[in-house]
Structures are given as C-alpha cells and as structure tokens.
C-alpha cells in the first residue's frame, strides 16, 4: 500500500527512485499462456512474447517479480511499487552501498532502468503523488495545482472525478468527509434514482463544500511518519452524519499529526444516539 511505503521513510535522509524501462515488457510470457494474449491486425493474429499492459494479472504479476528480486533487502533499504523503487539511507556512505545492492539484483534478473526517470542521492523527492521531505510529507505541489484549477462540476462524473483527486490525498484534510458530505449526497441520490449522468442539482452548499476542500488541500499539513518507540495518540469526534479521527504522536516538547481520518455514517448510523455514534468513531 502507498502508506505503507511512505511510513517506512522515517530515517530516509538520502532517497533515490529507480524506474524501469517499460518494466511489462521485461517480463517473459510462459509458451504456454502465449495464446491467450492474441490478437487480431489487418496483417494476421499475434500474440504477445513479453507481458503487456492491460492485463488483469499484469500488476499482481510484476510485483510479486520485484518481491522476489529484492527479498531481503525490501523494507530495510528499499521499497517498491510496481515499477517504481526507492532506495532510502540516513547516511551518504550506506545510500551509496544500498543502490550497488539493488543494482546488482536488478542485473542478476535481467531487468533494466529508465536513466532519465531515475532520481538520486535527492533530500526531497515526489514519490506517488506525495514529496517527502526532512521535515514530512505533504502533497504533491503539481497535484495540488490541478485541483485549484478544477472547474465547478456541471455532471455527475466532474463530482465524481474531484471527489477522486482530492480523495487520494483526505488524509491531510481534517474531517475530509464532513466537508465533502453535499457533494457525496449527489452521488448517493443520483445512485438512488434514474437521473440522467449529466444531471446534478447544485446547490450552495456544494459550492462551499468544491470551494473548502480546495483551500483544506492548498493548506494542507505536513505531516509526519509514525516514530514506533513513542506513543500514539488517537481523537475521535462524530457528528450528525460523520465520524472523524486524527492519529498523532508528542515527543519532544511536539504534538505531530500523522494522519487524519474521516468517513459518512450511513442511514442508518444516523439515527444512533450522539453516545452511540462517540461509541461507532472509536470502534470504526
């Protein structure tokens, strides 16, 4: 998972992402499943040698190839995701021996890098759509860009797309769901009746709710990578048809947040007594 990685880049200090040559394409098709790759041109039927993009099992197969390459040293120097690695050291000297490692495995199973996607020996990096710094993580600048020039929707798949793009990036946004609550409701009534896609009903309360999730993204925390030799500090609160959660830690005369959490009640959550739904916030 992408915050898997991201939290196991607490003592990162020097960071390099490697990123393979069309890394599909490096992975050999058993003889035996060939066929089932065919397909038709104006020339005749093909099949495909190497594994290509838009396969099912395409993903699952090329991870579980960069598990098997670097088994051992993932997680301590190294992590990966799909086609994406990134070497992380808290000194120069061990930054320096840990990429000749992975170098050496990559080598040894035959697979090659892009140089000029590659990224070395960087103090700040991008990094699934997140920069991780000295100081934390935050968004990604670019990302954050594209969402303040994310037009008013007009139909139901534009809710639905900046719902996704600021989704990925709720846990920096304090009660995400609270805040965006009038533009789910238009999904889950526009799932409720037989309306046509383009058709939403916006109000001024799904103004507020494009206008303030915005800003909570432009001002978005930065925040921190669980230090696992402190204590971890859980807030929960609950409204009528939200429950939220921040995740922080204090160490250092320094309260640090490390995620936020939020999500909606459903109907019938939102009739629980207010006891009843403190109680729901800790328990989900």
């Not at 058993?30 to 993903?59: C, N, Q, W």
């Not at 170098?103 to 890098?113: E, P, V």
């Amino acid at each position: 998972r992408v915050d898997d990685t991201l939290n196991s880049l607490r003592e990162a200090k020097y960071i390099s992402t490697l990123d393979l040559r069309s890394g599909y394409w490096q992975v050999e098709i058993d003889p035996d499943s060939r066929d089932k790759t065919a397909f038709i041109t104006h020339r005749g039927l093909y099949e495909f040698l190497v594994m290509p993009f838009g396969l099912s099992s395409a993903p699952a197969t090329f991870q579980r190839l960069m598990d098997i390459v670097l088994a051992g040293i993932k997680w301590e120097s190294c992590l990966v995701y799909i086609d994406d690695i990134i070497v992380f050291s808290p000194t120069f000297e061990q930054h320096v021996h840990d990429l000749s490692i992975v170098f050496d495995r990559l080598t040894n199973a035959g697979l090659t890098l892009k140089a000029s996607k590659c990224d070395f020996c960087r103090r700040e990096l991008k990094y699934l759509g997140h920069l991780i710094t000295a100081e934390g993580i935050k968004p990604d600048p670019g990302l954050v860009a594209s969402v303040q020039l994310f037009p008013q929707p007009t139909k139901i798949k534009d809710i639905q797309s900046f719902l996704g793009l600021t989704g990925y990036y709720r846990k920096f946004i304090k009660d995400y769901a609270e805040i965006a609550e009038p533009l789910i409701s238009q999904l889950r009534s526009h799932q409720k009746s037989n309306r046509a896609m383009n058709h939403i009903e916006w109000s001024d309360k799904c103004t507020k709710a494009f206008e303030e999730l915005k800003t909570a993204l432009t001002q978005a925390p930065i925040l921190q990578t669980p230090n696992f030799n402190e204590p971890f500090i859980l807030e929960i609160d609950a409204c009528d048809y939200g429950l939220g959660a921040i995740l922080s830690q204090e160490y250092d005369n320094q309260q640090f947040v490390i995620a936020y959490a939020s999500r909606t009640q459903t109907a019938a959550e939102r009739n629980y007594f207010p006891t009843e739904k403190e109680a729901l916030a800790i328990y989900w």
